[in-house]
């Protein structure tokens, strides 16, 4: 097998500090998985509770409160775009040219485009008191895909080493 | 001596098929999501995070909660058997398993002793709307702080640590 190419992104990231440090120290790459698994747990329990509310469990939790959460999972992304950056400094080529990788960047996008949409379509017009925002398909949806995607991105996650 | 147990036919379909193993790591991973995640968010409920939401009503997330521990208790049987030899002889692996057993007495004195005497208090007020003052939501006692810290550490610090070290240590081997 031919070796694949070196993007140029990948070139430059090798040259950096960081490159060589995550490179010589295993313990570090390690170290960024545990983090990331840890971050993972507070990002799904946060969302998964405002989506089953969403899409109509959980009645008597309400939704004005559990939004409350999203400080938490939104620190917990931070941890993960973190971690996530340490990975991808410490073999950039192997994650670019990575089919799962890619099709989990993309998730995230799309996840974060939705959280968005639920924020702004869903959660403000509640806030302001705008009846029966509870029965709208649009929470139903945005809920629905939230669960959907950030499924799907922890999934590709999974896949990085075998696809 | 353990022969028998190396070639169990769940080991030679795992070992045999090019799908099994990342689908059951997969199904592992997103059974953490839900088992780990939940305890995480009635943890911080204990801790007063959201205060004004009714903590009764977080009996509701113990049913999701046992579903995913039995997708992670019924993939990690699979995956124990896939290679039941060298697992059991990992002190990692070990102390995963302890921790699991620990983890979950944990979850379920936060169960008895906080979430179901909430929901039994908050229950007249189930009944009709919830009340928007929080007055009469249900706090709970000092000593359902440590066991949520101590719920949410054991399933961070031993389970997920070990965890991953299971999977080094069994690549090393």
């Known amino acids: 097998m031919t070796q694949p190419e070196m993007l140029p992104i990948s070139i430059w990231i090798e040259t950096t500090p960081l490159h060589t440090f995550m490179v010589q120290n295993q313990i570090a790459f390690t170290f960024c998985e545990t983090l990331h698994f840890m971050g993972l747990t507070i990002l799904a329990g946060a969302l998964l509770v405002i989506d089953l509310r969403g899409l109509g469990f959980l009645k008597r939790m309400p939704l004005y409160e559990l939004h409350k959460l999203v400080p938490f999972a939104i620190g917990a992304f931070a941890v993960q775009l973190l971690t996530g950056l340490a990975f991808i400094f410490s073999n950039p080529n192997h994650y670019f040219l990575d089919l799962s990788f890619q099709v989990k960047m993309v998730l995230v996008v799309l996840a974060g485009l939705n959280a968005l949409a639920f924020e702004f379509l869903v959660f403000r017009p509640m806030k302001a008191g705008v009846p029966n925002v509870e029965s709208w398909a649009v929470t139903k949806i945005t809920s629905g895909l939230s669960i959907a995607l950030w499924a799907g991105v922890l999934i590709c996650g999974r896949l990085i080493p075998y696809v | ?173």
Do not use: C
Not at chain 2, 29 to 50: E, K, N, S
Not at chain 2, 83 to 111: E, T
């Open chain 2, 1 to 173: 001596m353990f022969n028998w147990l190396e070639n169990n036919p769940i080991a030679n379909w795992v070992a045999s098929s090019s799908w099994a193993y990342p689908f059951l790591l997969t199904a592992h991973g997103l059974g953490m999501a839900v088992v780990v995640g939940l305890t995480a968010v009635i943890a911080l409920r204990i801790l007063g995070f959201p205060r004004r939401a009714p903590l009764g009503a977080y009996k509701g997330l113990m049913g999701y909660l046992l579903a995913g521990f039995l997708v992670n208790a019924g993939s990690g049987a699979v995956l124990f058997l896939a290679d039941p030899v060298a697992l059991a002889a990992n002190l990692s692996f070990q102390i995963k398993m302890a921790s699991i057993v620990v983890g979950v007495i944990v979850l379920w004195r936060m169960h008895v002793k906080v979430l179901v005497p909430a929901a039994a208090a908050e229950a007249p007020v189930a009944q009709g709307s919830v009340a928007a003052d929080g007055v009469s939501i249900f706090a709970p006692p000092r000593s359902a702080k440590a066991l949520a810290i101590a719920a949410v550490l054991i399933w961070w610090l031993s389970v997920i640590v070990s965890g991953r070290l299971v999977a080094y240590l069994s690549q090393a081997a």
